[in-house]
């Protein structure tokens, strides 16, 4: 057992408390040490009675100076607002075509139009703007509507296939299989001919059969050719860029349930300069025409 070292005169009163024959000596904090725990819990309560604070049910305290972060990003964003104001006008007033042409408005516009597709559009066409299954890729030059930019900024503006704007983009694909108009081997046989337009079909005879059909039901909207008809929106089939995926099971899929994308019209939620920067953006990107 640890022997407890004599006390010497003079030396403090100690803790109570001993470790392995160890004690500590019960002195008192530096006094500058002890101001400055003072001064940090005044400063704290005084910051408590300034500022929002003390979470209530249904806010926080409002702090008697009455700042708000919220007020204070609204202000900077009325400022970055009023700073872009002369620009903006500019933007939303120019012919379209004719943004190109000027530097100034060209490197804004790819700005301004950058951070509303990462914000408002990135969700669906992906931050790189390649798509997914379902949503376009904007970079190549398969445009279901047109990519020049008029057409891009249209889309942008009245969405597709929406119900809130009456001038959205609008086709829809008949359900040929699930509404009868096209029996099981029907469906079957137009699947393989729409294959062997791109690749290889499944069954050679079938694509073969196919052919007819499609002719019968499918012309109008895709074209002799199978080209598409971007006034109608519908797809080139004879270029390998699928939307929902080109395999037997996705096109059997789509011939029998059809599809129906939609996307909102951003004029209810972007101002005239946010939609023709993003439309610039957009069509920068490469897949434009």
Partial sequence: MSKVPPKKAGDPETTGHSWDGIEEFNNPLPRWWLWTFYATIIWGLGYTIA??????????????LGYSTRNELVEDLARAEAANAEINAKLASVDLASISEDPELTQYATSAGGAVFRTFCAQCHGSGAAGAKGYPNLLDDDWLWGGDIESIHYTISHGIRNEQDFDARYSEMPAFGRDGILDGEQVDQVVNYVMSLSGEPQDSAAAQAGEQVFADNCVACHGEDARGNRDMGAPNLADAIWLYGGDYDALHETVMNARFGVMPPWSQNLSEAEIRAVASYVHQLGGGE
Avoid: F
């Fill in 51 to 64: 500022y929002p604070a003390w979470p209530m049910i249904n806010e926080a305290t409002a702090g008697v």
